[in-house]
């Protein structure tokens, strides 16, 4: 019965100073330049949304459609699907450069996955142009997290009926503490 109780105080104490919370969720930004020339775009399109962006590999323009964000070729207006593994490595290098300490330099790339030698991930959003990043920190605290909030299988539906049982294990534990702490008071 103590197991849920012990585990939600211990990592409360935890969340409450959130040692080490400073670098595992800071954000990271792509590095942008000042735009010198403006793209011209068409009069007639069904693009909710654009952005042009300019970063170290050149400029970008960003579409919203109704399907979601396109990266476009600032020249052709055409999609490009993704970048190449040069363009991902400057974009992220320039990103990371700030803070080698964390970030280090770039050991992988799978794809839009970059890993560094901190064993760090970012992950390139293309079509937003944004990055995402998570260390071994994050995922130390994502654990917490999960323990905390008694998701301990993995397994949604589990973990529920999991955190139900704890949380009326808690609220037994405190009923008998009630019961005893009254019934102490009669025998004396």
Same mark, same amino acid.
């Not at 055409?78 to 330099?105: C, F």
């Not at 560094?116 to 079509?127: A, Q, S």
């Not at 260390?135 to 998701?151: A, M």
């Given at each position: 019965m103590l197991l849920p109780f012990v585990a939600w105080a211990i990592t409360g104490v935890f969340f409450y100073f959130k040692p080490g919370y400073q670098d595992a969720y800071q954000p990271l930004l792509i590095k942008l330049y000042p735009i010198e020339k403006l793209i011209s775009l068409p009069e007639s399109s069904q693009w909710l949304e654009a952005r042009q962006l300019k970063t170290?590999?050149?400029? #970008?323009?960003?579409?919203?459609?109704? @399907?979601?964000? @396109? #990266? $476009?070729? *600032?020249?052709?207006?055409? *999609?490009?699907? %993704? *970048?190449?593994? =040069?363009?991902?490595?400057?974009?992220?290098? !320039?990103?990371?450069? =700030?803070?080698?300490?964390?970030?280090?330099? +770039?050991?992988?790339?799978? %794809?839009?996955?970059?890993?560094?030698?901190? %064993?760090?991930? +970012?992950?390139?959003?293309? =079509?937003?142009?944004?990055?995402?990043?998570? &260390?071994?920190?994050? !995922? /130390?605290?994502?654990?917490?997290? !999960?323990?905390?909030?008694?998701?301990?299988?993995? /397994?949604?539906? $589990? !973990? @529920? +009926?999991? &955190?139900?049982? &704890? $949380?009326l294990l808690v609220v037994l534990l405190a009923g008998i503490g009630v019961l005893m702490t009254f019934n102490s008071r009669r025998i004396t």
């Open positions: 170290i590999v050149g400029d #970008h323009l960003l579409v919203k459609t109704k @399907q979601g964000w @396109q #990266h $476009l070729s *600032p020249v052709s207006l055409l *999609p490009i699907d %993704k *970048p190449s593994t =040069e363009q991902i490595t400057m974009i992220v290098n !320039d990103a990371i450069n =700030e803070n080698t300490d964390r970030y280090g330099v +770039i050991e992988s790339i799978d %794809k839009m996955l970059i890993t560094t030698d901190t %064993k760090v991930r +970012i992950t390139l959003n293309w =079509e937003r142009m944004t990055l995402r990043q998570q &260390g071994v920190d994050t !995922d /130390f605290i994502n654990t917490i997290y !999960d323990i905390h909030y008694l998701r301990w299988t993995g /397994f949604k539906a $589990l !973990d @529920q +009926i999991l &955190g139900v049982v &704890g $949380l």
